[in-house]
């Protein structure tokens, strides 16, 4: 097929106008500004819209959409996850796959055509049969009350992943976080991800309450968290980073949720591991955090992707990351919105190993691109990440949606 566009971005600084792209079946074959239909091919014209590569949101809770606006906010961040575990008796598979089909049809509209989504319930997912958008199941695993059985778990996931061939489904791996997650359970993970050469993503350094917990200081999470067997490794690292570093906990290229209460002395580590911070904005907001520390990062040259969190955190219930990048922005202004649009593209497709199949419009990549409707005379970065609209046509793995607006 070819799609014959106004503008169309294909990489980083690099924009065709008139913009076309050929595409076979999944893969992108050919891209260019005068490219000619071959005989019996179908063409589709779109001279008013720009298309541009889906985005990638690195970090999000799909299963929890049902949760929006049920949670109190606050800073006392042991006290949202009380009130998450209450109510998770009442998140049923049934409930968790439509919040997960929702989500990912509402990311798809707003733009995201690959999601990283931590996963709790495998029941959920054996149920699903589709989802609009490219999804990375990152299986989520804690050791808090039993020890899960990682690699039986994995071989299941897996072999479903198998049985359904025609979805654009990959698996990553999640311990939850060092509170919740043992050093031992972190090293079964990581030798999971070893083995089967999937991403390895984790919280950490969310709340200072947790930094408070690791350093063995009294906080708030005694309330939630077991208190026998006690456990050996807290109360010996000055910040969850320096608890990772002691426990060799992060394998190279890392996704790290959040990263809120970093230390500069954690840069050293972070930059050695090669890891990428996933900033959540709408959420950090929402729990009224101090500052974020990008300038710490950005200076120490560690990459920074944008990502949603969860509905049951923030007002972002569609999972816009335009909501994000325009929050992002007025905190940091010195941010172009050329930089901001990497934040959701290159970078995220990097630290998911994915740099050639995902971020960019080129020949090989995946046919995951977004037809957006924004003046061809303008700047296609700010107008599109400035747009309130939904996307006018999506294509994950070759398969084409027309968005219509209500």
Known sequence: MLICAGALIESSGQIHRPGHLRMDREIITQIGTSLNSQVGEEVLHLPDLTLAPGWINLHAHLELASLFRELMPGKDFPFWLKQVLARLPGLNSETRRESIQRSAQDALRTGTTSIVSITSDLHAMAGLSSTAARVWWALEFMDIQSQPEVSATVERAMAWLSRNPANPWHLALSPHAPYTASPKLYQEILTSCSIHKIPFTTHLAESPEETSLLAGKETSFRDILPKE??????????????????????????????????????????????????????????????????????????????????????????????QEVRLFRQKYSHVSPHEAWQ???????????????????????????????????????????????????TCVAGKITRHEKI
Not at 353 to 371: I, T
Request: net charge negative; proline share 11%; with cysteine.
């Open 229 to 322: 067997p006690p456990r050996t490794d807290f109360g010996k690292s000055q910040s969850p980073v320096a608890w990772c570093q002691t426990n060799q906990t992060l394998p190279e290229d890392a996704i790290l949720a959040h990263g809120n209460e970093l230390q500069p002395s954690d840069l050293p580590y972070l930059k050695e591991r090669k890891v990428t911070l996933v900033h959540c904005p709408t959420s950090h907001e929402w729990f009224g955090r101090k500052s974020f520390p990008f300038q710490l990062l950005q200076n120490n040259g560690i990459p920074v992707s944008l990502g949603t969190d969860s509905p049951a955190s923030s007002p972002n219930l569609p999972l816009d990351l335009r």
């Open 343 to 393: 934040m959701i593209t290159t970078i995220p497709a990097r630290a998911l190993g994915c740099e050639s199949n995902l971020g960019n419009l080129q020949d090989g990549c995946w046919a995951d691109w977004v037809g957006w409707r924004v003046p061809l005379d303008q700047d296609p970065y700010s107008a599109i990440l400035e747009s309130q609209d939904p996307a006018e046509l």
